[in-house]
């Protein structure tokens, strides 16, 4: 008879979306976990285990039901499938949470579904599914399938009450869709009016008339003497993170500002150009949002958007009654007060275990404030416990660490960013990062020592080592 041990999935993962992107990442990173291992062997449908029954992962994940072998007997032994089915566990565990159920009949575990049920799903691996075309609106409105499919605009340009003009969807948009892409009408480096007014003629006459018009078209908080630079200062956005080099975009520029922003946007370095990603579910009819801000407290934020662009914001978060925008006050100095911490190398030596106490804390907080969308914050939080964990050898942590930034950067900025790619490869490579090891090797393990059967409670315990 034997034993027979894996996971399920449940419940089973939709066509959707989002649960398409994330089963897609998740086989890519299986793939490139074994590329070099000779018992894998990806067929046109799925990946197949050549170890004790040959378990199997489909491309389609609305069928996956469940991955599980006879764990016991020669075969299974010499084979080594129950690490397979411990290592895959543990990865999908990290992609899909809760909803991935370990079983082990040596336990008295037993699987969720019926063996008739998975057998059925095993074979429909075999059989792709025809396109899914949506053939209702609803369809898409309930935002099943790629919406890039059909070629709708995903938002319009359109009057907003005290803000101007302002993007609001057209659709339902879910989390991680890439909204808008555009190369700069122009990129110019940040100078003092008067010194930037010629430069601009200089490179508005260059420009073609229809560039040109579009220019002109961007909203001016500054008018008089400098026209020009009036209308770079209210819409240009650095070109990458703390650039002193801002870009001016045709459509990206009529987006206005929230400071729980619903949209990202990033410079993509290597493209040139800008990306716009949902990072929360859009409703139809919202407003399309982006933050133009560096965080802090209602006043300070005031300060700066009145400083750098020209207005007073109106948005959600410093329009809530007061002892909401109290509270809220309150969790954004905190945020600052955590991000100072965990930045300080010192604290990262001496104190490595404060130091991933509070990435936790900052976790908890920022989604708090952020509505549990707290977007590339989160990519940065989990890159700081990254380093906190190599700097000190942990490669099991960091590499969990890195594969949470990826995702993250995924909604944010898109598989092709710069930095997405970086964290992805840090994510299979943790010790190819400069900072391996330089401060001790008290945390030593290696990219496999993942513990066994925890849940996603007692998993994220033991990835912020809040075990004792
Ligand atoms: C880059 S433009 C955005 C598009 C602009 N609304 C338009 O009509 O062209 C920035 C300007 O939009 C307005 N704006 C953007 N976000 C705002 C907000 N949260 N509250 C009030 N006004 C806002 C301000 O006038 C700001 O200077």
Request: hydrophobic share 35%; net charge neutral; glycine share 8%.
């Amino acid at each position: 008879m034997g034993i027979d041990a894996g996971f399920d999935m449940v419940p089973p993962l939709s066509t959707g979306v989002v649960d398409r992107r994330n089963w897609g990442q998740f086989i890519d990173f299986i793939k490139e976990h074994y590329k070099a291992d000779t018992q894998v062997e990806i067929k046109p449908n799925y990946i197949n285990f050549n170890a004790g029954e040959h378990p199997k992962l489909p491309f389609e994940g609305h069928k996956f039901l469940r991955f599980s072998s006879k764990v016991s007997g020669r075969i299974a032994i010499t084979s080594g499938v129950e690490h397979y089915i411990n290592t895959i566990r543990g990865l999908a565990q990290v992609h899909f949470g809760s909803r991935i159920r370990y079983w082990n009949e040596g336990a008295d575990q037993y699987g969720v579904y019926d063996w008739n049920k998975v057998r059925e799903s095993i074979r429909s691996y075999e059989q792709p599914d025809d396109s899914e075309m949506p053939t209702t609106i609803a369809q898409f409105l309930n935002g099943t399938d790629p919406l890039k499919e059909l070629k709708i605009p995903l938002f319009e340009i359109k009057d907003i009450p005290g803000k101007g003009k302002g993007l609001v969807a057209r659709l339902n948009i879910s989390s991680g869709t890439l909204l808008l892409c555009e190369k700069p009408l122009l990129r110019i480096q940040s100078k003092p009016r008067e010194e930037l007014e010629p430069l601009l003629v200089t490179k508005l006459k260059a420009m073609s008339r229809a560039s040109q018009r579009q220019f002109l078209a961007l909203h001016n908080n500054f008018p008089g003497k400098y026209p020009f630079s009036g209308i770079v200062k209210t819409n240009a956005l650095p070109c990458g993170s703390g650039s002193h080099v801002g870009g001016v975009y045709p459509t990206v520029c009529f987006i206005n500002h929230s400071c729980i922003p619903n949209a990202h946007n990033s410079w993509n370095r290597s493209e040139e150009h800008e990306t716009i990603h949902a990072i929360r579910p859009i409703k139809i009819g919202e407003e399309i949002t982006i933050s133009y801000d560096h965080g802090g407290q209602s006043s300070a934020r005031q300060e700066f958007l009145k400083e750098s662009f020209g207005f007073i914001c109106t948005c959600s978060g410093c329009t809530l009654p007061p002892s909401s925008l109290r509270a809220s006050d309150n969790r954004r100095t905190q945020i600052q007060i955590l991000d100072e911490a965990i930045g300080d190398p010192f604290r990262m030596m001496t104190s490595p275990y404060e130091s991933l106490w509070d990435c936790y804390s900052l976790l908890r907080i920022l989604e708090q404030e952020f509505d549990s969308h707290p977007g590339a914050l989160v990519a940065r939080l989990y890159y700081d416990a990254f380093q906190i964990c190599i700097a000190h050898k942990d490669q099991a942590r960091a590499s969990i660490f890195a594969e949470r930034a990826y995702k993250v950067r995924v909604t944010c900025e898109g598989e092709d960013s710069p930095d997405t790619m970086r964290m992805k490869s840090l994510a299979f490579s943790p010790a190819d990062h400069s900072s391996f090891g330089v401060y001790s090797n008290k945390w030593k393990t290696t990219r496999e020592s993942l513990p066994k059967g925890l849940d996603t409670v007692q998993f994220n315990k033991w990835l912020f080592r809040q075990e004792s």
